[in-house]
């Protein structure tokens, strides 16, 4: 398995995303070797539930982004055929997202087998459209990466669909298996109120959690547009943005603008104990995306038991089901997000209710367990085609 992140190395979703999966395929009986990029403080060779975790050091470094990963995937391929070596032959590659796809794809040839292929999101998708020369080039990796490979797993149907659609693929080569969830971290007692307390929230106030990313993509502007109308039906509501990204100086210089900064707090990359804490403290979850193919930071949000106020786009409109686990907003819509969050906050008893179906929900369709076999049920129609 190739992944650019793999813990302690988190980015986004796709760290989490390998992490479970290769443990819950290791599980399964699946003998997995990760291949991933170095990272301070962190051994390169360690075994976490029997994966065989492999970090690359990388050599030659580069400001260019695109250069860089180019870089990386010549090192990553080589410790792989060091690796060959190693243990033996593997019956088969799985690389995630264009980020690792040119390794994938030069592996599969080297080591003479097939290559299954992740796309998390499509560059186009990401960028809503291709206007610069590195997106271009991403692009034109994706559309390889499904070329070459066996198979391509999509994280959602909609993503599904814009991979058919977009690189021209055959229907049969592409297959939606979501991302999963490791339940049992969200089964855990917290102090509420010292959680809360921790972040500014005091008691008898409303805490707004909204996770993710700080991008355009990410929507957290259009939330931020929204607490004006949200403040002026629940004076005691406060927002918390965790994560990390470019767009943070814009962001906060929004909440001046519409005059809500003594309302909403950023509070940077958290680790996973302490965004689980916050999870199982706040009110309610809001995911404003503007494009999200599946939604992780929703699922998380309804292991926790939270109602999920989210954008009716891609993958999220699959996760979140209207009125019974949550609410549909429009996305990119202050007007429609802050009437999304007035309804949850407006009828606690219902919230609970959602909450509820919420974490029935990702129990019995995303655990990490029913994805893993769903993802071997791949691996054996690839080796036998």
């Known amino acids: 398995m190739l992944s650019w992140e793999f813990p302690p190395r988190i980015v986004g979703g796709l760290a989490r995303h390998c992490y479970g999966l290769s443990r819950a395929l290791s599980r399964n009986g699946v003998e997995v070797h990760v291949i991933t990029l170095e990272f301070p403080g962190t051994p390169l060779e360690e075994i976490i539930d029997d994966v065989?975790?492999?970090?690359?050091?990388?050599?030659?470094?580069?400001?260019?982004?695109?250069?860089?990963?180019?870089?990386?995937?010549?090192?990553?391929?080589?410790?792989?055929?060091?690796?060959?070596?190693?243990v033996g032959d593997f019956d088969l590659i799985h690389a995630h997202d264009w980020l690792t796809a040119l390794a994938g794809i030069a592996?599969?040839?080297?080591?003479?087998?097939?290559?299954?292929?992740?796309?998390?999101?499509?560059?186009?998708?990401?960028?809503?459209?291709?206007?610069?020369?590195?997106?271009?080039?991403?692009?034109?990796?994706?559309?390889?990466?499904?070329?070459?490979?066996?198979?391509?797993?999509?994280?959602?149907?909609?993503?599904?669909?814009?991979?058919?659609?977009?690189?021209?693929?055959?229907?049969?080569?592409?297959?939606?298996?979501?991302?999963?969830?490791?339940?049992?971290?969200?089964?855990?007692?917290?102090?509420?109120?010292?959680?809360?307390?921790k972040y500014g929230v005091m008691p008898g106030e409303l805490l707004i959690l909204a996770v993710g990313r700080l991008t355009p993509q990410k929507g957290f502007q259009h939330l931020i547009y929204a607490m004006p109308q949200i403040l002026r039906r629940h004076p005691k509501a406060k927002l918390l943005i965790v994560g990390?990204?470019?767009?943070?100086?814009?962001?906060?210089?929004?909440?001046?603008?519409?005059?809500c900064h003594e309302r909403i707090r950023f509070t940077g990359f958290l680790s996973d104990d302490e965004l689980i804490e916050l999870y199982l403290s706040a009110d309610l979850l809001v995911v404003p995306s503007i494009y999200e193919p599946f939604g992780i930071t929703a699922l998380e949000g309804m292991a926790a038991g939270l109602p999920v106020v989210?954008?009716?786009?891609?993958?999220?409109?699959?996760?979140?089901?209207?009125?019974?686990?949550?609410?549909?907003?429009?996305?990119?819509?202050?007007?429609?997000?802050?009437?999304?969050?007035?309804?949850?906050?407006s009828n606690p008893d219902r919230a609970k209710q959602m909450g509820e179906n919420a974490r029935r929900k990702v129990k019995n369709e995303y655990s990490w367990d029913i994805i893993a076999e769903r993802t071997i049920g791949i691996y054996k129609k690839t080796l036998m085609g």
């Open 52 to 86: 065989m975790v492999h970090r690359v050091k990388i050599e030659i470094g580069n400001p260019n982004f695109l250069t860089w990963v180019l870089l990386f995937n010549h090192f990553m391929e080589k410790r792989a055929g060091m690796l060959m070596h190693e």
């Open 107 to 197: 592996l599969k040839h080297v080591m003479g087998c097939k290559l299954i292929f992740t796309i998390h999101s499509t560059e186009i998708g990401r960028s809503g459209g291709l206007y610069v020369p590195d997106s271009f080039t991403k692009d034109s990796i994706e559309w390889w990466g499904t070329y070459e490979a066996a198979y391509v797993i999509a994280v959602s149907e909609p993503l599904r669909d814009e991979i058919i659609s977009h690189f021209k693929v055959p229907e049969w080569k592409v297959v939606a298996v979501p991302n999963g969830i490791d339940v049992t971290k969200f089964e855990r007692d917290v102090n509420k109120e010292g959680v809360r307390a």
């Open 244 to 259: 990390d990204g470019w767009m943070r100086s814009e962001l906060e210089r929004a909440t001046y603008e519409v005059g």
């Open 310 to 345: 989210a954008s009716k786009v891609g993958g999220l409109q699959h996760i979140v089901e209207h009125e019974r686990t949550g609410i549909w907003v429009i996305p990119g819509d202050p007007h429609s997000i802050a009437w999304g969050v007035d309804y949850v906050l």
